[in-house]
């Protein structure tokens, strides 16, 4: 048992998101807050585990019901405001959703796209097209999740 004093210890913030694949492209969405896309997903909540924070935050941003997460990685990602662990899973049922069909039922998103990786840049910061890019190595591979620190 470690003798530190609590103030010393991690209190990372958790989020949790899916990498929905199609072909070489990407599902990406636009909050509403943010000046940059994303994947879909969110923090997790007290008590809650990230595979059930993942499955809620695409009920609750895309109306769809999810039940089958891959867990592929986990990203250490140092910021100012605060240190953050984000869970990155796979949702293979969800491959290929057709964006035209998805609803926004909590207003917090505008828009929903397929991105081609090569175009990742252009649509977001360059920490997130670095772990989407390492997960879909890995998914594609159909490798062992990885671990990554800051999208690398």
Do not use: Q
Request: aromatic share 8%; glycine share 8%.
């Amino acid at each position: 048992m470690s003798t530190e004093p609590v103030s010393r210890l991690a209190a990372p913030r958790v989020a949790a998101g899916a990498i929905i694949v199609r072909e070489s492209s990407v599902l990406l969405v636009r909050p509403t807050y943010k000046d940059h896309w994303d994947i879909p997903g969110g923090y997790v909540e007290i008590g809650e585990s990230p595979a059930d924070a993942c499955r809620r935050e695409i009920r609750e941003e895309l109306g769809i019901t999810v039940r089958d997460l891959r867990f592929a990685a986990v990203d250490w990602a140092p910021d100012r405001a605060g240190d953050k662990l984000l869970f990155l899973f796979a949702a293979p049922e969800l491959d290929g959703v057709d964006v035209a069909r998805l609803r926004f039922p909590d207003g917090e998103l505008a828009e929903a796209r397929y991105v081609r990786l090569p175009d990742l840049e252009r649509y977001t910061v360059p920490r997130l097209v670095r772990r989407i890019r390492a997960t879909v190595r890995v998914i594609d591979s159909g490798g062992f999740p990885i671990y990554l620190e800051n999208g690398e």
